[in-house]
């Protein structure tokens, strides 16, 4: 791969050198590879889950969501509007070019350019350089999420990434599911090196020599990503041993997993809300509050939870799950299919219509049963349902294009914070700041949107409290979008496999520090 390719080759080599014969490995079995290999391109579980293996972020989660330096070593605020982090020193990239300030600053421009990054960073205004090792983050106004958007800065190798490839183009450019430099090559400070890669058939990980967290316990030196998009054929694959850890476990191989003696099966509650939007700039019908409402009323949420995911997952009213600020135990389960009918006959579509439908097949869990699920379900309210699923590759930039009338989006809110939910999901949409980039139902209240910036400016945790549920309340009231339930997470290891140990809410395996029995 370039080169990446290179910079792999010699710390393969140096890795065989240091650790001989005996280095663990593992066989590691996802339902898709990731997309890319920048990490700025697009905001998901599956880039976010590689830049963990191949960056490193300034401050990370633990799994009692808490946090934990990482690049940063310590911060403070020092006025109302600036944050000041000591970043570590003697860290390297994977080029052997050194981590320091201008990194993280070069790195924190690209995101504020990034159109799926850019709305996180909003009310962040710059970093300045104190020293090598020292930078103020700044914000427009006081922000009580600071800590929360750190665990997005990834510093990227910025003279790696400057300069032009061999074809003149730009290799800082961010290209949404293009071919760039930046999605196919990559020098970050991460525990682990790409050896190789092929688009959907495996990702060679090497543990990089030069990783600075001498102290992890993690001893594993060679990690093979391997996409395994069926359920049973991923499941079969840690049964009979050729593989080692996979993800997800799908709800119904949960108690097989379980009760085989040679695996380990783990689980955790989640706060990833899988959802539909209905497109209002494609269908008339959708603008009307009624119809929507009635949509939301056919869907039998707790019968997908029951009968689909086998239990394994929590019904959803709302996209702020228990725990959040925005969590308001008030709002319950719309399901009535004659309220339903009625809502149809009173909005003046009586007769029904006719829709295109789009879901991934291999991203969430069971999603395109769900969604085959859900247009049967509309059909009852005589609303004809086109389906489309698609392997979540090929569904992103249908995603992006807001390609069908109704489309299914899962979201985990990566700050751990309700506003977040909003901001991507319903806020209205502004490709200056970001604000609603997956919003593709086009929903558009800018009360709303007002009580969402009022909220991310208020430190007072009760007055956030009231102001987040009070914005779950409208989208609620006006069925913004088709909440169908939590989902629940589940991983299957091999035992000897410590994966318990590197797993959380955010599904996000810190795989450099696993331990393998050897």
């Known amino acids: 791969m370039k080169l990446f390719g290179t910079i792999a080759s010699a710390c393969a080599l140096s890795v065989a050198l240091a650790m001989g014969a005996g280095a663990a490995s593992i066989k590691v079995a996802y339902d898709a590879d990731p997309v890319s290999l920048d990490p ?90 104190v020293d090598d090792y020292t930078i103020d983050l700044k914000t427009s106004e006081p922000y009580p999420l600071v800590l929360h958007t750190a665990t997005y800065i990834f510093p990227m190798d910025s003279a790696f990434y400057s300069g032009t490839d061999d074809g003149g183009n730009d290799k800082a450019a961010i290209v949404k599911h293009g071919d760039s430099f930046a999605s196919r090559n990559v020098s970050g400070t991460g525990p682990y090196v790409i050896t190789e890669r092929e688009q959907g058939v495996k990702v060679e990980f090497e543990r990089f020599p030069g990783y600075w967290d001498s102290e992890s316990k993690g001893n594993v030196d060679h990690i093979t990503l391997t996409p395994i998009k069926e359920d049973p054929t991923r499941v079969a694959a840690l049964l009979s041993g050729d593989v080692d850890f996979i993800a997800p476990v799908p709800p119904t191989d949960l108690a097989r997993i379980d009760a085989d003696d040679s695996t ?6 989640g706060t990833r809300i899988i959802t539909f939007q209905m497109n209002q700039e494609r269908v008339e019908a959708f603008k009307d509050p009624k119809v929507r409402l009635a ?18 997952g929590t019904v959803a009213a709302q996209a702020s799950p228990e725990g ?9 389960p719309r399901f009535d299919e004659a309220k339903a009918m009625a809502l149809m006959e009173e909005a003046g579509y009586g007769d029904g219509f006719e829709i295109t439908m789009m879901a991934p097949n291999n991203r969430y869990v069971n999603d395109d049963k769900i969604a085959q699920a859900v247009a049967t379900m509309l059909a ?67 009360e709303a949107d007002a009580l969402m910036t009022k909220a991310n400016a208020e430190t007072d945790v009760a007055k956030r409290t009231a102001l987040l549920q009070e914005l779950e309340g409208i989208l609620y009231e006006e069925a913004a979008f ?37």
């Open 264 to 269: 380990n099966l783990i689980t955790m509650s």
């Open 40 to 129: 700025h391109e697009q905001l998901s579980g599956g880039t976010l889950q590689l830049s963990h293996m191949v960056f490193d972020p300034l401050v990370r989660w633990t799994q009692d969501l808490q946090f934990e330096g990482r690049l940063a070593t310590s911060w403070e605020q020092i006025d109302p509007t600036t944050t000041r982090f000591s970043l570590r020193e003697g860290v390297k990239f994977h080029s052997g070019n050194e981590m320091t300030a201008k990194d993280v600053k070069w790195t924190f421009d690209r995101l504020k350019e990034s159109p799926d990054f850019k709305g996180i960073f909003n009310l962040f205004t710059g970093i300045e350089i």
């Open 380 to 446: 009852k309210i005589k609303i004809k349902v086109d389906l489309k699923t698609l392997p979540k590759a090929q569904y992103w930039p249908e995603f992006d294009a807001r390609s069908a009338d109704m489309m299914m989006i899962g979201w985990h809110s990566d700050t751990e914070d309700s506003a977040n939910f909003h901001q991507f999901l319903t806020h209205c949409f502004n490709a200056e700041t970001g604000d609603g980039q997956y919003n593709s139902g086009n929903y558009c209240n800018p």
């Open 295 to 312: 949509i939301d009323y056919a869907v039998n949420n707790a019968g997908i939870v029951d009968r689909i995911m086998k239990g394994f």
């Open 324 to 332: 959040y600020l925005g969590y308001d135990a008030s709002l319950a």
């Open 482 to 518: 088709i909440p169908l339930h939590w989902q629940d997470l589940a991983w299957g290891a091999r035992k000897g496999v410590h994966a318990e140990s590197i797993v959380n809410a955010l599904d996000f395996p810190y795989f450099g520090d696993l331990v393998v029995d050897e």
